[in-house]
């Protein structure tokens, strides 16, 4: 057989696109390995009832440049994962409005900024007691002051526990570890070059202005710009436009604070909060939802590139003693700190074991320490790499760590019980805190489309006292009316399961679908049915042809249109006075016809 190559067929300055310098492609060939093995191992850790979170890490370590060898590119790999961490912060920034930041109360304002400057100095004090020299010990310090926002969140969040008291304070102490970020790269950065601590100070200052700039803009357009391009008669017709959008604002907000020379994430966090005050917040957290999925991912894979096996195996006494210090001394710290600061004491444990961990900033932190090799360095080659291995190992415990926060609380709590007469105090911060028995008890009805059907539902339901209903809805003009009717109103589409669950679909007794079209109703259907299969689901079937399709994707009731119709036509017949005559009509027929036959 002859072979040909393509390209002599080919005029000389035909541009060949296929045989680029693929530095591209060899990245994407990279990151789909990465993706690949972290959906193998993920899954595996999920069917042995671990968390994904740590066979993502495991396959980072296993297809990273000290195993496998498959992916070796960890610099741009990172990079792009980062990204996933702001998509994270943004998604949490727009379920936390101002008001509820608020409402977190001062426990974990106060006891954020003590954990961090407490957690800074006992790793400084404990490294120049070992013999470092300070500006190492203070980037150590800085190092461990940090815990795992994208972590913790992710499985508070996937066992339901990021509003219970210890996943609530140990967000709002993770929200304050972000902000320490800036500061703390800035002494890093300043101790590397040498800096003095009148430059720190002026760098401080600086960028806290900047910051105050940045809320100042995207407040602006978040508020005065944003529902107006919302509001376009495009934007509505088209659903790829609403989705772009999200992601522009989702990622350029992270940009924009890198730009200004602010953490990414905490740009991100903070363009959330202030989209969350608006109606389109949990549709544009839905619209992101499976980039951050993808990024958040990624991360965690390739954080677990970092691992060197062979020096942990050669240093495993060293890396176990830094984790166990790492872990107890972050948990005692966390613990009385939140103790102190109002917390009660079951709580403050569950809130220290969950930030018993260092975080996914730290890396970036011993990035920046570590310096340019033969330039200028803080940190020692030895030091770096048990930093890295400790800190892989801390994330690697935190889903049991975190398993055990409610169970921790719980032991306390009967070990209290069985020796007092007394209330136990997480009676008393329930009694403190309606809200919460509120939300666990409550029962919503959700009705997914407020067009006229919708409307005459909820009427019919308010009328009997029924006023725990929450609607969903794509069209403005309908959430207008719903709140008119004094209802939780939310934009979003209702096929998506973000959106499903952001209107509490858990705590939903019932479901009432008025949406016309039957291939949206079998797709919601089995969204609930597959989310909360005892939910009961109300379905509207405007054809008749549709209704045993509808049935046999797990509605309970189906009110058919054309049969409704024909119902309904046949009663105000028989209650009309043209019923009446045809009937006497009938009956007279009827008589003489039997009069003749006789």
């Known amino acids: ?142 190092m461990i002051a940090l815990s ?35 500061p703390l790269m800035l002494i890093v950065t300043a101790l590397l070059h040498g800096g003095t601590p009148g430059e720190v100070i002026v760098q401080l200052g600086l960028s806290l202005l900047l910051a105050a700039v940045f809320v100042a803009v995207f407040y602006g357009l978040f508020n005065f710009v944003l529902p107006r391009v919302l509001e376009l008669s495009s ?58 999925t993808v990024l958040v991912t990624l991360f965690f894979a390739a954080v677990g590139m970092f691992a060197d096996l062979g020096w942990i195996a050669s240093h495993l006494g060293l890396v176990l003693a830094v984790v166990a210090a790492i872990v107890l001394g972050k948990l ?50 030895s030091t770096f790499r048990a930093m890295i291995a400790a800190t892989i190992a801390t994330l690697l415990l935190t889903p049991y760590l975190i398993q055990l926060a409610p169970g921790a609380a719980d032991l306390i709590r009967r070990f209290l019980q069985r020796n007092s007469n007394q209330p136990d105090a997480l009676t008393a911060a329930t009694l403190a805190n309606p809200e919460q028995v509120t939300k666990a008890e409550s029962d919503y009805i959700l009705i997914l489309g407020f067009g006229p059907a919708g409307q005459r539902v909820a009427g019919e339901l308010l009328q009997v006292g029924l006023k725990k209903i929450v609607v969903i809805d794509l069209n403005h003009e309908n959430l207008h009316v719903a709140r008119q009717y004094g209802l939780q109103a939310q934009l979003g589409d209702a096929t998506q399961i973000e959106v499903l669950e952001h209107a509490g679909l858990y705590r939903a007794r019932l479901v009432i679908i008025t949406l016309p079209s039957p291939t949206i109703g079998r797709q919601i259907i089995h969204l609930v049915r597959q989310l909360a299969p005892g939910t009961s689901l109300y379905v509207r079937c405007r054809y008749h042809l549709h209704h045993w399709q509808l049935l046999a994707a797990g509605a309970d009731v189906i009110v058919d249109e054309e049969e409704h119709v024909g119902e309904r036509l046949a009663q105000h017949f028989l209650e009309s006075s043209l019923y009446q005559i045809l009937s006497k009509s009938s009956r007279e027929t009827a008589e003489k016809r039997d009069e003749h036959h006789s």
């Open 1 to 142: 057989m002859l072979y040909f190559p393509c390209n002599s067929l080919l005029p000389e300055s035909f541009p060949v696109l296929a045989v680029a310098d693929g530095t591209m492609w060899n990245s994407l060939a990279g990151i789909l390995v990465l993706l690949g093995a972290a959906l193998l191992l993920g899954t595996i850790a999920e069917q042995l009832r671990q968390s994904a979170l740590l066979g993502y890490i495991a396959a980072g370590t296993l297809v990273g440049p000290n195993l496998l060898g498959w992916v070796s590119n960890q610099k741009d790999i990172f990079d792009l994962a980062e990204l996933g961490v702001a998509l994270l912060l943004f998604a949490i920034g727009l379920e936390f409005s101002l008001p509820r930041l608020r409402r977190l109360g001062r426990v974990p304002l106060l006891a954020g900024t003590l954990q961090v400057i407490f957690t800074l100095l006992a790793g400084l004090a404990v490294t120049v007691l070992l013999g470092f020299s300070i500006p190492e010990s203070l980037a150590v310090g800085a």
């Open 148 to 182: 795992s926002t994208a972590c913790v969140v992710r499985m508070l969040n996937d066992r339901a526990e990021l509003d219970s008291p210890h996943g609530r304070t140990a967000l709002g102490i993770l929200l304050v570890q972000d902000i320490a970020v800036i």
């Open 235 to 292: 934007l509505r017709r088209n659903r790829d436009f609403p989705v772009l959008l999200a992601m522009v604002m989702a990622a350029g907000s992270a940009w924009a604070a890198h730009s200004l020379g602010l953490s990414p994430a905490l740009g991100a966090f903070v363009a959330g909060v202030l989209l969350a005050i608006s109606p389109f917040a949990t549709q544009i957290r839905a619209d992101i939802q499976p980039l951050k």
């Open 332 to 381: 005692v710290i966390t613990f009385g700190l939140a103790y102190l600061c109002g917390q009660p004491w079951q709580f403050a444990v569950g809130t220290g074991l969950c930030l018993a961990q260092v975080g996914e900033f730290s890396f970036v932190l011993a990035t920046v320490a570590r310096g340019e090799p033969g330039v200028s360095s803080i940190l020692s080659e």
